[in-house]
T-cell receptor, first 114, second 113 residues
Framework: GNSVTQMEGPVTLSEEAFLTINCTYT??????LFWYVQYPGEGLQLLLK?????DKGSNKGFEATYRKETTSFHLEKGSVQVSDSAVYFC?????????????FGKGTRLSVIA | DAGITQSPRHKVTETGTPVTLRCHQT?????MYWYRQDPGHGLRLIHY???????DKGEVSDGYSVSRSKTEDFLLTLESATSSQTSVYFC????????????FGPGTRLTVT
């Protein structure tokens, strides 16, 4: 079946540090890949997405590249801010899965300290 | 922000009582979903709908039922609440099924005592 594995947290970084959150997936066919962010007390928000191999999604300084050869979609940011503290979820939806919705990783909590 | 509201936002109820959570959208999206979020489990799909009166089960559907009589409303019912159903419940919508991103509501925190 389809699945997403993302690195365990929590991740604690100092402000302006480089961020990488690893995400790998298993899917038949060609999935679309997503990163969602959840700020404290809120619902999930779409951060970025990529729909085919070698696509790069980007938003708010975050980037992730769809790597079919390594089945990965790692999230990166060059310089994190305290306001980036949140839980980040990697997710996929697979084109061969009919109506089935997103499959999520378990989330990675990021804390950025000043 | 996508027009999704959930009600109530917080609820405390007793074991054995029925509970209904409501999700309302103003986007006219075809697909609607109910998830629960628990520490260590991420988000898990309970039920989803791909049209009015068309619903299907997710991975954790036991003890839950849903109904969708109008495009804009998707109801989640706990027939007889148990303490294991204490959780945060999120509704989501999307224009399509596979390949489409979802937009999430603000969540309902349910406590079953």
């Amino acid at each position: 079946g389809n699945s997403v594995t993302q690195m365990e947290g929590p991740v604690t970084l100092s402000e302006e540090a480089f961020l990488t959150i690893n995400c790998t997936y298993t899917a038949t066919g060609y999935p679309s890949l997503f990163w969602y962010v959840q700020y404290p007390g809120e619902g999930l928000q779409l951060l970025l997405k990529a729909t085919k191999a070698d696509d790069k999604g980007s938003n708010k300084g975050f980037e992730a590249t769809y790597r079919k050869e390594t089945t990965s979609f790692h999230l990166e940011k060059g310089s994190v801010q305290v306001s980036d503290s949140a839980v980040y979820f990697c997710a996929l939806t697979a084109r061969n899965s009919g109506n089935t919705p997103l499959v999520f990783g378990k989330g990675t909590r990021l804390s950025v300290i000043a | 922000d996508a027009g999704i509201t959930q009600s109530p936002r917080h609820k405390v109820t007793e074991t054995g009582t029925p509970v209904t959570l409501r999700c309302h959208q103003t986007e006219n999206h075809r697909y609607m979903y109910w998830y629960r979020q628990d520490p260590g489990h991420g988000l898990r799909l309970i039920h989803y709908s791909y049209g009015v009166k068309d619903t299907d089960k997710g991975e954790v559907s036991d003890g839950y039922s849903v109904s969708r009589s109008k495009t804009e409303d998707f109801l989640l019912t706990l027939e007889s609440a148990t303490s294991s159903q204490t959780s945060v419940y999120f509704c989501a919508i999307s224009e399509g099924g596979q390949g489409y991103e979802q937009y999430f509501g603000p969540g309902t925190r349910l406590t079953v005592t």
